[in-house]
């Protein structure tokens, strides 16, 4: 028999963190579809800024017993995470993203994963696959969104044992974005001592909607990154499996066009065309190392061309403002108990 048929698992809840988006409520249909073991409860953490009356969900009729709606501070997805994960006695507690689609065994594979699950285990992620177009190559956001089925350790889809969480504190608040907050988990975590695996369960993400300058709003995680560099080490993107990206090259390219804009004011023409040029070569080489792999529709090329114009500068600002406002974070001890002093709860409904 297999373990769908023989393993009901320890008891979980599930921790839903939304700002009320329509596909929310495909969380809660495909959790339906999956069937039993079911979880305890299904917290949904109602993080709107402003709501105006109740999540616009519909509440599947055989899990309404289930489900739990619990306020939000508006703080991005770690505090939201925070007040889900505390509103919630169970000893595991799965964490899913209100975009994502879990599978049609996701129930029975968690339980079998939750079981699996040694004592010194405490974490498990899910597998993320992204679903891509067929016919044509993906886009740059495409092939962003894709990126998420290697990532290691994501809250698309992570079950934590409630003790490491409590052993470490939960979420660091201090990341406001849906961006490293879980690495940063995850690295504490396994400082604390425990151990984190990947189970069988699959969950699939949709690549959603977005407009044209979303790599240019992206570029906000570049601050991010520097409170994990203060708080973990230069070296923890080898640690959490994470790529470094390009940051160096954008803030070459910015250095080169900011200098060429001084020399122009200064009436250094020659040394003005020079920074110039390096900054169109690099600007250039940015935009085809984004243009070649994609589509290249004529959509996409112009999307490309006007972005990787405006990655750089935004980038550069990005780190340059983490760098202000981090400087004096300290870095973390070995994790246990350093979560503990930087969040704080949220307020249940």
Not at 79 to 84: E, I, K
């Amino acid at each position: 028999m297999n373990d769908r048929a023989t393993s009901a698992g320890p008891p979980y809840a599930v921790v839903v963190p939304t700002l009320g988006r329509p596909s929310l409520g495909g969380v809660l249909r495909a959790l339906e579809k999956a069937g039993e073991p079911r979880p305890r409860r299904i917290v949904l953490v109602d993080d709107r800024r402003r709501p105006h009356g109740p999540l616009p969900v519909g509440i599947p009729a055989s899990l309404r017993a289930l489900v739990e709606v619990v306020r939000g501070g508006a703080a991005g997805p770690a505090a939201a995470r925070n007040a889900g994960w505390r509103a919630a006695p169970e000893p595991w507690i799965a964490f899913l993203d209100d975009d994502v689609v879990p599978g049609p065994f996701w129930t029975a594979d968690l339980a079998a994963d939750l079981a699996r699950a040694g004592p010194n285990v405490g974490g498990v992620q899910g597998r993320i696959d992204v679903p891509l177009p067929p016919g044509r190559r993906a886009t740059d956001w495409e092939r962003t969104t894709a990126g998420l089925a290697t990532a290691r350790w994501i809250t698309a889809d992570m079950a934590y044992r409630r003790a490491a969480l409590e052993a470490v504190g939960g979420f660091d608040e201090r990341f406001p974005r849906a961006f490293r907050e879980d690495a940063d988990l995850a690295l504490r975590v396994e400082a604390a001592g425990w151990t984190l695996i990947t189970g069988r369960r699959r969950t699939s993400h949709p690549v959603r909607p977005v407009s044209r300058w979303v790599s240019v709003r992206t570029q906000a995680g570049n601050a991010d990154d520097v409170l994990m560099s203060r708080i973990h080490g230069r070296d923890w993107w080898a640690r959490a499996g994470a790529p470094r990206g390009r940051l160096p090259l954008h803030l070459a390219i910015t250095a080169a066009g900011a200098a060429g804009a001084l020399c122009a004011l200064g009436g250094r023409r020659r040394a003005a065309a020079v920074c110039a040029g390096l900054w169109l070569a690099g600007t250039a080489e940015f935009a085809v190392a984004r243009i070649r792999p994609g589509p290249r529709t004529r959509e996409e090329i112009t999307t490309m061309a006007a972005s990787s114009a405006v990655i750089p500068p935004m980038a550069t600002a990005h780190w340059l403002a983490g760098l202000t406002r981090h400087r004096n974070v300290p870095p973390s001890v070995a994790g246990a108990g350093y979560g503990e002093r930087r969040v704080t709860s949220g307020v249940r409904a």
